[in-house]
């Protein structure tokens, strides 16, 4: 387990080594100075000049990479070229509010999948099943930016329940910090709920079909402990695959819900880079995207072994 998890460490380590090789490069391909594109066209020549050197753009491409990724290295990603100030900062500061959307949308998205998907398993072919299979495809089908605004209408707009966008730090006001999280959170967390549901489905489907379960049910015990015990236990290790990889979606940013709600997260910051050409922040952005899936991944893959004994890492030495 060790020797496994010291193997799949080194190898998040290099795959993000060569995220930061292909973004930098990406960058250094897209035409035009990004000095200008940051300050304007009117800005002074001195200025832009000045500012080109402290950034360090008149050097080397390779010299360029290696000084970026050196202070990465050290949680130094640069200097914003909009306002002066510091990457790493931009970053942190955006990181609460994603941390919130992405957490409480996750919780959505489970409490829709795991009492949907377990219904649908067992009475297939049944009113519930095709309720779930329609609702599925449904959340799969709309598209975040159309709920998103259908909500805001009917919880702020008409019934005045919620507010219609903004965000409240948990730290200053606890109840504000969640009613503005509440609309946010199910636009983000439907669409995961509905693949999670599809995962659960299957899951137990398979699950209820294995020897152990029909043992434990023909020994007499109760179908409730054998739904917990036997079946959604062995069933959770495929939801923690995909629900691993839809955290980390979630946690690199979704746009379209952040621009809509006007929610100050990381994937709201990044769209702005894009926007200004802001390559420094850009780069640093990508890269955290980056570490969380591989991040993620890593504790997806370390959580198998407590959740279903059965499986080693024998074959992965």
Known sequence: MTRYAL????????????VSVLVFAIMQLV???????????QADPETVAALRERAGLDDPVPLQFLTWIG????GDFGVSFRTGETV???????????LSLAGAAIVVALLIAIPLGTASALRPRKPVDWFASLSS??????PDFWLGIMLILVFAGTLGWLPSSGYTPLTGDPVDWARHLILPAITAGVSSGAILTRFVRSSVLESLGQDHVR????????????????VLRN???PLVTVGGVQLAY??????????????????????????SRDYPVLQGAVLLFAFIFLLVNLVVDLTYARLDPRITYRSAR
Request: proline share 4%.
């Open 88 to 98: 790493l900062s931009l970053i942190l500061e955006r990181v609460p509010a994603t």
């Open 137 to 142: 495809q449904a959340g799969l089908s709309v």
């Open 71 to 74: 202070g990465a290295v050290t």
């Open 7 to 18: 193997r799949r460490l080194a190898q998040s380590v290099a795959v993000l080594l060569g």
């Open 250 to 275: 979630l946690l690199s940013g979704v746009v379209v819900v952040e621009f809509v709600f006007a929610w100050p997260g990381l994937g709201q910051l990044a769209f702005q880079a894009v926007e």
């Open 31 to 41: 035409p035009g100075d990004p000095i200008r594109a940051a300050l304007g066209q």
């Open 235 to 237: 069933a959770l290790v």
């Open 215 to 230: 043992t434990a049910r023909a020994k007499g015990m109760r179908a409730r402990d054998v739904l917990t015990w036997h």
